[in-house]
């Protein structure tokens, strides 16, 4: 995972809009929260990427977290307000 966040810091400092999405509207924090990189959370966190960002089918982070049993990632977005069911 530490070469997830290298990257990602990588891509950051060239100035990649980590808040860009995807044609189903899915943002980086999405692709994170799937895979279990709390790391790569933090670091967009940090960098005021939408953690609540809803896509196209109205699923966000915190609901791929919670299918995939990323109960680690669940509990750092809790402890950030992220609100599952905000709109």
Known sequence: CGASIQITRELQDAGVDLSAT?????????????????????????????LSATANDGIKAVHLAAMKGH?????????????????
């Open 22 to 50: 995807t044609n189903h509207g899915w943002n980086a924090a999405h692709f994170a929260a799937q895979e279990g990189h709390l790391d790569i959370l933090r670091a967009l966190r940090d960098w005021n990427v939408d």
């Open 71 to 87: 109960l680690h990632i669940l509990t750092e977005l809790k402890a950030w307000h992220v609100d599952p069911d905000a709109e």
